[in-house]
C-alpha cells in the first residue's frame, strides 16, 4: 500500500513540474534500410542471429551471385552465413557445404563468440553420381570473423531439415 501511495505522488509532483510540461515531444524518424539483395531463385534467410555490432543472416542460395554473399559457389545449393553491420554495410560472407545440394537452417553464438550453423548436406553415393537427398546433418563452426573452423556430420536414414 505505502509503494502504490509513493508511486502515485511522485508521478503527481513529476506531471505538476513545469519543465515537464514544456517538454517537446521526441519525434521518431522511420529508418530506412540500408542493404539490398537479390535474393531470387530459390534463395532464402532462414535464421537471423545479432550481436552488439552485427546482424548475422543464416541461410541457403541457389544461385551463384548476391550482393550479399560474395564467396565462390560451391555447388548445387550452399548454405551460407553472412555478418553486416548495424547500418547494413557488409563484413563478412561464407559459403557452407559441398559440391553437392547443402542448405543451412539455423544457429547460435555461443560465449566465445562463434557461430554454430546447423543445416543438411547431400550425400554422394560417389564422386560422379550425384546425390538424391539432404540425408547428411551437417554442423558447421565458424568464427567471429567469418572463418570456417570445423565441420561436422552424422549421416542419417531420412531427409532432415534441422529447425532448432
Same mark, same amino acid.
Given at each position: ?11 503527481t ?9 514544456? &517538454? ?46 560474395? &564467396? ?10 553472412a &555478418? ?33 550453423v ?8 560417389? &564422386? ?9 546433418l ?27
Amino acid at each position: 500500500m505505502k509503494r502504490g501511495l509513493l508511486v502515485g505522488c511522485a508521478l503527481t509532483l513529476l506531471l505538476a513540474n513545469p519543465a515537464f510540461a514544456a &517538454a517537446k515531444p521526441l519525434v521518431l524518424t522511420p529508418l530506412l534500410p540500408t542493404l539490398s539483395t537479390n535474393f531470387s531463385g530459390g534463395d532464402e534467410v532462414q535464421y537471423l542471429l545479432t550481436t552488439p555490432t552485427a546482424i548475422v543472416l543464416i541461410g541457403t542460395l541457389e544461385t551463384t551471385s548476391s550482393p550479399l554473399v560474395v &564467396a565462390t559457389p560451391l555447388g548445387g545449393s550452399d548454405g551460407f552465413i553472412a &555478418a553486416v553491420d548495424v547500418h547494413g554495410a557488409h563484413l563478412w560472407d561464407l559459403r557452407l557445404g559441398t559440391s553437392g545440394d547443402d542448405v543451412a537452417t539455423t544457429g547460435y553464438i555461443d560465449a566465445l563468440g562463434n557461430y554454430w550453423v546447423v543445416g543438411t548436406s547431400a550425400i554422394a553415393a560417389n &564422386a560422379t553420381t550425384p546425390a538424391s537427398g539432404l540425408q547428411r546433418l551437417t554442423v558447421w563452426e565458424i568464427s567471429s570473423t567469418g572463418v570456417l573452423e570445423n565441420t561436422f556430420t552424422k549421416d542419417l536414414q531420412d531427409v532432415a531439415i534441422p529447425t532448432a
